[in-house]
């Protein structure tokens, strides 16, 4: 065998050895993609939750299971080197809370919807009594005031004051 040939081999098998050494190895763990969708849906069930509330909704249920898988995610990113099988599931879990959290919201921001209209309601209509009452004082107060008056006073004798 020539000199090159040699050489060329060389070059070969140390180019096998150093691609081999540098490739990861894949593993059946949770990939970026399973952990950008479960981000994604903690972000829409965030913005859910965030409408809800400002339409006047009780939000803190939800904020509990909002909480709850965003610590599953965090959770799946720690244990992603050491249990890939875990974190894929913890990952998996918290895109199902965040989806849930994200359907429960509407209800609750219909909900609060609902209790602000009716609380507009009921301070319309005791603004309305408020105001009927000012104008039946005004109206008729003093006939009622004059009668009341005169049933108080009904026996009173007025005497003569000589000076």
């Known amino acids: 065998m020539s000199p090159s040939v040699l050489w060329r081999c060389r070059i ?40 809800a509330e400002q339409n006047g909704g009780d939000v ?40 849930m959290v994200s359907l429960n919201s509407s209800s609750v921001s219909t909900s609060g919807s609902i209790a602000r209209q009716l609380r507009l309601y009921e301070s319309l209509g005791t603004v309305a009594a408020a105001l009927g009452l000012a104008a039946l004082a005004y109206l008729k107060g ?5 009668r009341l008056w005169l049933y108080v006073y009904r026996n009173h004798v007025v005497k003569k004051n000589d000076e």
Do not use: C, M, W
């Open 142 to 146: 003093d006939r009622v005031y004059r």
């Open 12 to 51: 070969s098998i140390t180019l096998i050895v150093l691609v081999i050494s540098t490739t990861p190895i894949s593993s059946h763990g949770a990939t970026g993609g399973q952990l950008e969708t479960a981000a994604n849906s903690v972000n829409s069930a965030f913005s859910s939750v965030y409408y």
């Open 60 to 99: 803190s249920a939800l904020v509990v299971k909002l909480n709850t898988a965003i610590f599953l995610i965090q959770k799946a990113q720690a244990e992603n080197a050491t249990d890939p099988d875990a974190a894929t599931a913890d990952l998996s879990n918290a895109t199902t809370i965040a989806q």
